[in-house]
């Protein structure tokens, strides 16, 4: 039988058709359109419009593999970086020639970049402009090919140039949210709002930064004030997501503990609310020990009953809790915490783990294979199946690696949960905890997931599968 606890609701949600333009040094960009513009190509992607030189571009091809929103794409509210909209007429007299300069070969060309910081000791405040505009230009092309560290660097780099542009405070702000450090993200923006008071940007970043900080007030003033100043169908949608919870929740209790913000519903008792927090905060220590990190500010978690479950997250009905970046789970009846709901509160905070950890990057089957195993999950009942499925259809074993599992039907979602789990046991038992928590690095620097795997493991899907089997043959065969 498959048991199935949840989905983190790890939707590969609206991906666009895109386009992959291919440079002459062999890399490849993902973008969601790409547009020729004389000697340039510009070209967007969620981490917003970005541009080449047309030399450096060999071609570019339709249809290639979608670019999606990280964000969205691990159930969270969708959020593009600002806009900009705040530029400064200096930064823009110099950005044509910067730009020209600072990407040769598909890279940044970093010895220019030292160059005009070189150029900015002699004090001259456009020397010292175009090395903040360097860098900023720099943080955006790492961002948009995944590296966010970088990015960060670059854009705090920046702002050591030019402390109060609002732009590059933004978009350090919008770096610090991707990585889920929302507390420092608001250093960013309450500098820039100092700057720009009445930027809509700056008013929808502080929303999400509260969002993710469990401050829904605070969180529904800003996106409301950021919908004043602005039309904004992302902002829109976020709103009417957290007015939603915000009803919902108001009638809650709150506790806090280390490292947990936890809402419950009045039919819960205090001492169950209690119970659930000293349970998490054991939890939390025992995950951050194996993965060796965590998450930086606090989680949040919901506690709710059967019904209001379903009507909040309009999940399909198989899934027994959710993770859309606050923990939520049905604990209708409960007075106390039992074994099972003690297994369903630590896979769902693996979840808040990898999540963190690798970026918003991890794949469903990692998400699933890993916090399954965290709650002590092993393939012994499933072997068996498995074994028998990878012999008679083996087309429909390497479907957990890319399908919407928010879409499948009971038995499909049952049989990937149970291959994603092998999978993880398989890695863990050929490589250990250090090669998956390699793994996760690789994505939280950009890796698509089939690369970081095959990077550290030298084996793509189909040998980690083939492995898979070996091990289920190996470890439960008769
Ligand atoms: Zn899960």
């Given at each position: 039988m498959w048991l199935l606890f949840c989905a983190n609701a790890a939707a590969p949600a609206a991906m666009a058709q895109g386009h992959t333009i291919v440079l002459k040094n062999g890399r490849r960009i993902n973008a969601l359109s790409v547009l020729e513009d004389g000697d340039k190509v510009r070209y967007e992607t969620s981490a917003g419009t970005l541009t080449l030189p047309r030399?450096?571009?060999?071609h570019v091809e339709s249809g290639g593999l979608p670019t999606a929103n990280a964000a969205a794409e691990n159930g969270k509210l969708s959020l593009r970086p600002p806009?900009?909209?705040?530029?400064?007429p200096a930064l823009a007299a110099s950005e044509g020639e910067i730009e020209a300069h600072v990407f040769r070969d598909g890279e940044v060309d970093r010895s220019y970049i030292s160059e005009l910081e070189n150029d900015a000791r002699s004090g001259k405040s456009l020397a010292n402009w175009n090395a903040a505009l360097g860098h900023h230009l720099a943080a955006q092309f790492e961002a948009a090919h995944g590296d966010l560290d970088l990015a960060l660097a670059d854009e705090r780099q920046a702002l050591i140039y030019a402390p109060q542009h609002p732009v590059f405070l933004m978009n350090a702000a919008y770096l610090q949210l991707r990585r889920s450090e929302y507390t420092l993200s608001l250093e960013y923006l309450e500098r820039a709002r100092r700057v720009a008071?009445?930027?809509p940007d700056v008013a929808k970043l502080t929303g999400w930064a509260y969002f993710g900080l469990n401050k829904l007030d605070q969180a529904a003033v800003e996106w409301q004030h950021a919908l004043a100043l602005r039309p904004d169908p992302e902002t829109e949608a976020a709103l009417k997501k957290v007015l939603r919870d915000k009803e919902e929740e108001s009638q809650y209790k709150e506790n806090e503990s280390r490292h947990f913000t936890l809402r419950y519903s009045g039919a819960s008792e205090p001492a169950m609310a209690r119970d659930v927090l000293r349970t998490l905060e054991h939890q939390f220590d025992a995950i951050e020990s194996e993965l060796s990190y965590a998450p930086p500010d606090s989680i949040g978690v919901i506690l709710y009953t059967q019904q209001t479950f379903a009507d909040i997250t309009?999940?399909?009905?198989?899934?027994g809790a959710l993770n859309d970046g606050r923990i939520r789970v049905p604990v209708q009846g409960l007075s106390s915490v039992t074994p099972e709901l003690s297994r369903v509160l630590k896979h769902e905070l693996t979840h808040s783990f990898i999540q963190q950890k690798t970026r918003g990057r991890a794949p469903t089957w990692l998400q699933e294979g890993l916090a399954q195993w965290m709650e002590g999950k092993r393939s012994d009942a499933n072997a068996a199946a498995l074994i028998r499925m990878a012999v008679?259809?083996?087309?429909?074993?390497?479907?957990h690696f890319e399908?919407?599992?928010?879409?499948?039907s009971n038995e499909a979602a049952g049989a990937a949960y149970a291959w994603a789990l092998a999978n993880v046991e398989s890695l863990l038992h050929f490589g250990g905890m250090t090669d998956l928590d390699r793994i996760m690095d690789r994505m939280a620097a950009g890796d698509a997931p089939e690369a970081a795997t095959k990077t550290i493991t030298r084996s793509d899907y189909n040998g980690l599968t083939s492995e898979t089997v070996a091990y289920l043959r190996q470890t439960y065969g008769n």
């Open positions: 030399a450096i571009v060999d806009a900009g909209s705040a530029s400064d008071p009445e930027d309009q999940a399909p009905a198989w899934v008679t259809s083996p087309e429909q074993v390497a479907a399908s919407d599992w928010m879409k499948m």
